[in-house]
Nanobody
């Protein structure tokens, strides 16, 4: 049974930083792409960043240059380091895994097979 659990969310002032973690269990995730999505109130869930099994990374324009996605295969964990946070980054953040052995990173929701429950990030102005 695949299980993803996010942590690290919280309240931070604009300009601050947070590091989100996604601990995966149920299988060895080193062969799969993983990603972070977010959903703000009243908006659709959107792609933030993804990392393939070969460590190829992709970012949404809103995240590029401020966020960094990484993975520790020994710990089955994916991280999202978020710097220079803005109020518009406020959202529920979700991690997801793509079990298709795709070599790249899928940027749409339907490309992912399992999701975590989310962790809330609130950026105060």
């Amino acid at each position: 049974q695949v299980h993803l659990e996010e942590s690290g969310g919280g309240l931070v002032q604009a300009g601050g930083s947070l590091r989100l973690s996604c601990a995966a269990s149920g299988r060895d995730f080193r062969n799969y792409s993983m990603a972070w999505f977010r959903q703000a109130p009243g908006k659709e869930r959107e792609f933030v960043a993804g990392i393939s099994w070969s460590d190829y990374t992709d970012y949404a324009d809103s995240a590029r240059g401020r966020f960094t996605i990484s993975r520790d295969n020994a710990k089955n964990t994916v991280y999202l380091q978020m710097n220079s946070l803005k109020p518009e980054d406020t959202a529920e953040y979700y991690c997801a895994v793509d079990l298709t052995f795709y070599i790249g990173v899928v940027v749409y929701e339907a490309g992912y097979d399992y999701w975590g429950q989310g962790t809330q990030v609130t950026v105060a102005s």
